[in-house]
């Protein structure tokens, strides 16, 4: 029994220290300014475009879906892709989840 307590006590260590998982956003990308290797979205935020790593077709007024790190205020792509919209029935914002009786 000690060995198991051990065991999941060494276990719950390895996860702690380990980095967090990638975070993920869709939206539509306001500007790519390949240059600087930044890209814009248009709700204001920023993403570092990791060196080495090319932004294909993407163009401004992509619709897309992000996984990125953050780390020490910066956002880093992990991956992009194209997304399809949400339109708001889908996304909930227009109270379609409530309930109606009758």
Known sequence: MKKLA????AAGFVFSASPAFAKSLEGTVEAIDRDRGIVMMDDGSEFLIPKGVR???????AYVKLRFDAEDGENT???MRKAK??????????????????
Do not use: Q, R, T
């Not at 932004?55 to 007024?61: A, K, L, M, R």
């Open 6 to 9: 051990l065991s999941l006590a």
């Open 55 to 61: 932004i294909g077709n993407f163009e401004p007024g």
């Open 77 to 79: 792509i992990k991956s």
């Open 85 to 102: 919209p949400k339109d708001e029935f889908e996304s909930g914002n227009d109270g379609a989840d409530e309930k109606i009786d009758g």
